[in-house]
């Protein structure tokens, strides 16, 4: 992924307000290891239940302002992130919700879907980052593995477009 500046990324985000673009904590994107990622997503610190997700979207840069649901608190289940296919302790797979942009996200309207509670699905693909449940054996590559969660991503983000 190319990397990005905070005015970009605020300027990205489609399904909020430019006043809630303008309050979101951005992370420290000198830290950011970009050749690394295919989307970028963080959890604001200041707002735990906030998170964001910005990605190369059909030649452009979108983000999308995501709701994290509360955690269950079980560690002895386990779940499947539907982005990256990681399997997480349950407390470690969230419901993020976002609302739809356009009309549709004006009357209230959302989509959601259960990933990885660090948003660090691109890590985990390329094994940069570690879950503590032990994982399925898949007989794709590495390639395949990163097209797969592309295209996961890509789909919840035209369900959330889907109302401009």
């Known amino acids: 992924m190319q990397p990005l500046d905070q005015e970009r990324i605020r300027d990205s985000l489609t399904n909020c307000s430019k006043g809630e673009a303008k309050k979101m904590t951005m992370p420290n994107l000198d830290t950011v290891a970009w050749d690394d990622l295919d989307f970028f997503g963080w959890v604001d610190p200041r707002a735990v239940n906030n998170a964001y997700l910005v990605l190369p979207y059909q030649g452009e840069v979108v983000g999308i302002s995501l709701r994290m649901a509360t955690p269950p608190r079980s560690k002895l289940r386990s779940s499947m992130c539907a982005f990256c296919h990681t399997i997480h302790p349950a407390s470690d797979i ?14 209230g309207d ?18 940069k980052r570690k879950s503590d449940v032990p994982q399925a054996t898949e007989t794709i590559d590495l ?8 295209l996961n991503v890509e789909m919840f983000v035209s369900r959330v477009l889907v109302g401009e």
Not at 94 to 107: H, I, P, Y
Request: aromatic share 8%.
């Open 143 to 150: 390639s395949e593995k990163i097209d797969r969660m592309v």
């Open 94 to 107: 969230v419901l993020f919700s976002a609302r739809k942009s356009g009309k549709s996200g004006k009357k």
């Open 110 to 127: 959302t989509v959601g879907t259960y990933i990885c509670r660090d948003l660090a699905c691109s890590l985990y693909v390329r094994g």
